[in-house]
């Protein structure tokens, strides 16, 4: 590896501490043993709005909403690993995290509708991973989620990696009961950034093709 990689951890809980923080921050962990760079943000702590669909970014790929989103589509660009983790709320991530996804429009807009050459999938494609808990353990619990993570991924050519999903997790600090569930995340943490092969040419990585979404 020629430089280290940028990993971004999403954290999309309001609650503090939760089991998906706990996620995170292991996988955060692991990669940074690895020899990554990690950032951390908390989106409760950010004002987003929701998209209002407007279709603005149509004309230039930029959303005209001027609030903490605007900070938070850089750091998305300058990553080369995406790590989002949320628990689940009625079958789908967060509100939090949801309106971050939403806004997203304007990344889609500029792959889809202005076909910006700078997200051409050959061009830069990153590494994304998702982490969830939910507190049942219905089969089908996570497949609202993951969709919807697919589709944030790829709208700035974002590899879905992977996903670390757990049924039964709804107290604050079950996880821990798992013995597993934490060396799985910061293992998770570990291979996302050993799997990286940085060129010199490119601050993205090479992969294979994002999976269909």
Same mark, same amino acid.
């Given at each position: 590896?020629?430089?280290?990689?940028?990993?971004?951890?999403?954290?999309?809980?309001?609650?503090?501490?939760?089991?998906?923080? =706990?996620?995170?921050?292991? &996988?955060?962990?692991?990669?940074?043993?690895?020899?990554?760079?990690?950032?951390?943000?908390? =989106?409760?702590?950010?004002?987003?709005?929701?998209?209002?669909?407007?279709? &603005?970014?149509?004309?230039?790929?930029?959303?005209?909403?001027?609030?903490?989103?605007?900070?938070?589509?850089?750091?998305?660009? &300058?990553?080369?690993?995406?790590?989002?983790?949320?628990?689940?709320?009625?079958?789908?991530?967060?509100?939090?995290?949801?309106?971050?996804?939403?806004?997203?429009?304007?990344?889609?807009?500029?792959?889809?509708?202005?076909?910006?050459?700078?997200?051409?999938?050959?061009?830069?494609?990153?590494?994304?991973?998702?982490?969830?808990?939910?507190?049942?353990?219905?089969?089908?619990?996570?497949?609202?989620?993951?969709?919807?993570?697919?589709?944030?991924?790829?709208?700035?050519?974002?590899?879905?990696?992977?996903?670390?999903?757990?049924?039964?997790?709804?107290?604050?600090?079950?996880?821990?009961?798992?013995?597993?569930?934490?060396?799985?995340?910061?293992?998770?943490?570990?291979?996302?950034?050993?799997?990286?092969?940085?060129?010199?040419?490119?601050?993205?990585?090479?992969?294979? &093709?994002?999976?269909?979404?």
């Amino acid at each position: 590896m020629n430089h280290a990689a940028k990993v971004l951890g999403i954290f999309g809980s309001p609650r503090r501490g939760g089991n998906t923080d =706990l996620l995170l921050e292991e &996988a955060l962990k692991g990669a940074t043993e690895e020899g990554a760079r990690a950032e951390a943000i908390h =989106l409760c702590d950010f004002r987003i709005t929701p998209c209002r669909e407007c279709l &603005a970014c149509f004309n230039n790929g930029t959303c005209v909403i001027d609030d903490d989103m605007q900070g938070i589509y850089p750091r998305l660009l &300058a990553a080369n690993i995406v790590i989002l983790a949320s628990p689940i709320f009625f079958y789908g991530i967060t509100g939090w995290a949801k309106a971050m996804v939403d806004r997203c429009q304007a990344l889609w807009a500029r792959k889809y509708v202005l076909h910006d050459p700078s997200l051409k999938t050959e061009n830069r494609l990153r590494a994304g991973f998702f982490i969830s808990v939910g507190g049942t353990k219905g089969q089908r619990m996570f497949e609202g989620a993951v969709l919807t993570v697919r589709y944030f991924f790829d709208a700035f050519n974002t590899n879905y990696s992977g996903d670390l999903l757990f049924r039964g997790v709804d107290t604050c600090g079950d996880i821990q009961k798992n013995p597993d569930a934490l060396p799985q995340a910061f293992a998770a943490g570990r291979k996302l950034v050993s799997d990286l092969k940085i060129s010199d040419r490119s601050p993205g990585i090479t992969a294979p &093709a994002s999976t269909p979404v």
